[in-house]
């Protein structure tokens, strides 16, 4: 019996850290040969600069992440968030890597857990080119092509396109997910999954079959 190949659309930002805290849900489903995984990068942040308020939230915020979904936060991503002079989030430039990626010929899914992990874990300033440019090496992508498509990228047709799909389906928030059956797009509840990777194999192995 051939299982059905089910179209996923994933809704992320790459300096979302509830998107983090689903890394292990997504990487399940990239393993698998019956999912295709479509990405929609939001676009959270655009150079922002974080209240001293607002990066305590967002470490909380963090440790309950890492309670539900087990994700680990790096020394060095929370020593930024607590005790630098300033932190700027910018999710542009992440974004038009991740689909500078995947126009190269290569994974967006590894270029996000890249940036992800860059961010999250060595408290890397992820819209730097020069980080972007040393991940894009990290994963193969020859420099010459790379700094050609990646200057090329317009990610704010994406973020739009992201956007209004949201709307239509009547999604709020990152990570959403919906998956088409019968030619509906059913919301798939990301977070409840979190940390039970068993319950979301059960999940996907009964719609696909």
């Not at 922002?48 to 790096?74: A, C, N, W, Y």
């Not at 990228?153 to 973020?159: F, H």
């Not at 019968?182 to 719609?207: C, H, M, R």
Request: charged share 20%; aromatic share 10%; hydrophobic share 40%.
């Amino acid at each position: 019996m051939v299982s059905t190949v089910l179209n996923v659309h994933y809704f992320f930002d790459p300096l979302c850290g509830w998107c983090f805290g689903a890394s292990p849900l997504i990487d399940h489903l990239i393993q698998r040969d019956d999912i295709q995984l479509n990405l929609h990068p939001g676009g959270l942040f655009n150079s922002r600069t974080l209240s001293p308020e607002t990066r305590q939230h967002f470490l909380e915020s963090d440790q309950k992440i890492h309670s539900m979904s087990g994700v680990e936060f790096g020394a060095a991503y929370q020593a930024k968030m607590r005790d630098a002079d300033s932190v700027v989030l910018d999710s542009m430039l992440p974004i038009r890597a991740v689909l500078a990626a995947e126009q190269c010929g290569y994974a967006a899914t590894e270029m996000l857990k890249r940036i992800q992990l860059a961010h999250y874990q060595q408290g890397k300033t992820v819209h730097e080119i020069e980080v972007l440019t040393s991940l894009a090496a990290d994963i193969g992508i020859p420099a010459d092509i790379w700094n050609d498509v990646f200057a090329q990228t317009d990610e704010q047709s994406d973020i739009a396109s992201t956007t209004n799909l949201m709307l239509k389906q009547h999604l709020r928030g990152y990570p959403s997910m919906t998956v088409e059956i019968d030619g509906q797009w059913i919301s798939v509840p990301v977070q409840s999954y979190f940390g039970n990777l068993k319950a979301w194999e059960t999940f996907w192995n009964q719609l696909s079959r």
